[in-house]
C-alpha cells in the first residue's frame, strides 16, 4: 500500500507541474490564519480564520472573488460584542465557520467556558455577513470531562447536522431548521483516528455532497507537525454514516510548507471545480510562535469518485 500510495502521488505532481500551479501560494501571508472557514455568498467568498491574540478582536473576515487576492474586511467579535460565556480575551479562540442558515448569518465557533473551564463550541448570528454577530449568553455545547471543538455544519438537503470533535472522534447530531438548537439528545459518533498517518488525531472535519456520496473531509496527525494532513471518508448511506476511509493522506506536506489541513471546501469560481482553502506551516517554522499561512489547493475527483491526491497550490 505504502508503495502503490507513492505512486499515485508522483504521478499526480507531475501532472500538475505540466499543468501549472492554479494558485501561488500562499494567498495569506504576513500574519497568523489557522482553520479557515470559508463561504461563498453575493459573488464574494469570506473566510474567517482562528484567532490567538489576548485582545477583543477575533476571527478576522477576509474577502476575495477569485480564492487568490483576499482583502481584510474586520472582525467577528471586538470589545462591543466579545462573547461573554467564554473565559476572556486570553481563552481559544478557534475554527469559526460561517453558514447561511434560514436567512441568517450563523457563526459556529470554538471557545473556552469560564463555568466549566472546558473547551466548547459557540454561536453568534447576524443578518449580514460582515455583522455585527450577537453571541449567544451561553455556550453552545460543552460536555463534562473533555473538549469540544472543530465543528461544522452539514446541509444534507435541507436536513441540517452538527459535525464536531469529541474525545478524539468526529460525532454529528440534528440540529433545528434555524441551527440555533439541537433538535434531539441522539449524538452518533461516526469515526475517530485509527494509528498509521493519522496519529491520534481526527479534527477539522468538512462536509460536502457529491454524485450521491456523503463525504466528510478531515485532518490527521499532530497540527504541530509536519506529519499533518488531510484526509477524507464517504458514506453512500447518509450523512451520519457508516463512512468508509481513503487510507492515505490526500494532502501532505511538501518541500516549502509543511502540515497542511484544516480547511474549507468550496467550489470554484466557475462552479465545476472544487478548492481546498486551508492552512499550512512553512517549512523551519512549524509550531511556537510561528504564523499558519492559509492556502488554496485544487481539489480533483478520479472516476471512482473518491478526490485524487493533492499538491499545495496546484
Same mark, same amino acid.
Given at each position: 500500500m505504502r508503495f502503490y500510495t507513492i505512486a499515485i502521488v508522483f504521478a499526480f505532481s507531475i501532472f500538475v507541474l505540466v499543468e501549472g500551479q492554479r494558485f501561488n501560494n500562499p494567498v495569506l501571508d504576513g500574519g497568523d490564519y489557522p482553520d479557515p472557514g470559508v463561504i461563498f455568498y453575493n459573488g464574494l467568498y469570506y473566510a474567517v480564520t482562528t484567532t490567538n491574540n489576548d485582545k477583543p478582536e477575533k476571527y478576522p473576515i477576509h474577502t476575495s472573488k &477569485? %480564492? /487568490? #487576492?483576499? #482583502?481584510?474586511? @474586520?472582525?467577528?467579535? !471586538?470589545s462591543s460584542n466579545f462573547p461573554q460565556w467564554t473565559k476572556g480575551v486570553d481563552a481559544e479562540f478557534w475554527a469559526p465557520e460561517i453558514h447561511l442558515i434560514n436567512g441568517k448569518f450563523n457563526m459556529y465557533f470554538t471557545? $473556552? +467556558?469560564k463555568k466549566t473551564d472546558l473547551v466548547g463550541l459557540g %454561536?453568534?448570528?447576524s443578518d449580514s455577513i460582515t455583522g455585527p454577530y450577537? =453571541? /449567544?449568553p451561553e455556550a453552545f455545547l460543552v460536555v463534562g470531562g473533555t473538549w469540544v471543538l472543530d465543528c461544522t455544519v452539514i446541509n444534507n438537503d435541507g436536513k441540517l447536522m452538527l459535525a464536531w470533535v469529541e474525545s478524539l472522534k468526529i460525532r454529528v $447530531? !440534528? %440540529?433545528? +431548521? &434555524?441551527?440555533l438548537a439541537f433538535k &434531539? !439528545?441522539? #449524538?452518533?459518533?461516526i469515526f @475517530? =483516528?485509527?494509528g498509521g498517518w493519522e496519529g491520534e488525531t481526527t479534527e477539522g472535519p468538512w462536509y460536502i455532497f457529491r454524485n450521491n456520496y456523503h463525504y466528510m473531509f478531515y485532518s490527521g496527525n499532530n497540527f504541530c507537525s509536519d506529519g499533518y494532513a488531510l484526509g477524507v471518508a464517504r458514506s453512500s448511506i447518509s450523512a451520519a454514516g457508516p463512512y468508509e476511509k481513503l487510507p492515505y493522506p490526500l494532502l501532505v506536506s511538501d518541500a516549502e510548507f509543511k502540515g497542511p489541513g484544516h480547511g474549507s471546501i468550496v467550489r470554484d469560481v466557475d462552479g465545476k471545480g472544487y478548492v481546498f482553502v486551508h492552512h499550512a506551516w512553512k517549512t523551519g517554522a512549524i509550531c511556537g510562535d510561528n504564523f499558519r499561512l492559509m492556502f488554496s489547493s485544487t481539489l480533483r475527483w478520479g472516476n471512482d469518485d473518491w478526490p485524487l491526491n493533492m499538491t499545495i497550490g496546484g
Amino acid at each position: 500500500m505504502r508503495f502503490y500510495t507513492i505512486a499515485i502521488v508522483f504521478a499526480f505532481s507531475i501532472f500538475v507541474l505540466v499543468e501549472g500551479q492554479r494558485f501561488n501560494n500562499p494567498v495569506l501571508d504576513g500574519g497568523d490564519y489557522p482553520d479557515p472557514g470559508v463561504i461563498f455568498y453575493n459573488g464574494l467568498y469570506y473566510a474567517v480564520t482562528t484567532t490567538n491574540n489576548d485582545k477583543p478582536e477575533k476571527y478576522p473576515i477576509h474577502t476575495s472573488k &477569485d %480564492l /487568490q #487576492t483576499w #482583502t481584510f474586511i @474586520g472582525h467577528v467579535f !471586538n470589545s462591543s460584542n466579545f462573547p461573554q460565556w467564554t473565559k476572556g480575551v486570553d481563552a481559544e479562540f478557534w475554527a469559526p465557520e460561517i453558514h447561511l442558515i434560514n436567512g441568517k448569518f450563523n457563526m459556529y465557533f470554538t471557545s $473556552r +467556558d469560564k463555568k466549566t473551564d472546558l473547551v466548547g463550541l459557540g %454561536l453568534a448570528v447576524s443578518d449580514s455577513i460582515t455583522g455585527p454577530y450577537i =453571541p /449567544q449568553p451561553e455556550a453552545f455545547l460543552v460536555v463534562g470531562g473533555t473538549w469540544v471543538l472543530d465543528c461544522t455544519v452539514i446541509n444534507n438537503d435541507g436536513k441540517l447536522m452538527l459535525a464536531w470533535v469529541e474525545s478524539l472522534k468526529i460525532r454529528v $447530531r !440534528n %440540529l433545528t +431548521d &434555524d441551527g440555533l438548537a439541537f433538535k &434531539d !439528545n441522539i #449524538t452518533v459518533p461516526i469515526f @475517530g =483516528p485509527e494509528g498509521g498517518w493519522e496519529g491520534e488525531t481526527t479534527e477539522g472535519p468538512w462536509y460536502i455532497f457529491r454524485n450521491n456520496y456523503h463525504y466528510m473531509f478531515y485532518s490527521g496527525n499532530n497540527f504541530c507537525s509536519d506529519g499533518y494532513a488531510l484526509g477524507v471518508a464517504r458514506s453512500s448511506i447518509s450523512a451520519a454514516g457508516p463512512y468508509e476511509k481513503l487510507p492515505y493522506p490526500l494532502l501532505v506536506s511538501d518541500a516549502e510548507f509543511k502540515g497542511p489541513g484544516h480547511g474549507s471546501i468550496v467550489r470554484d469560481v466557475d462552479g465545476k471545480g472544487y478548492v481546498f482553502v486551508h492552512h499550512a506551516w512553512k517549512t523551519g517554522a512549524i509550531c511556537g510562535d510561528n504564523f499558519r499561512l492559509m492556502f488554496s489547493s485544487t481539489l480533483r475527483w478520479g472516476n471512482d469518485d473518491w478526490p485524487l491526491n493533492m499538491t499545495i497550490g496546484g
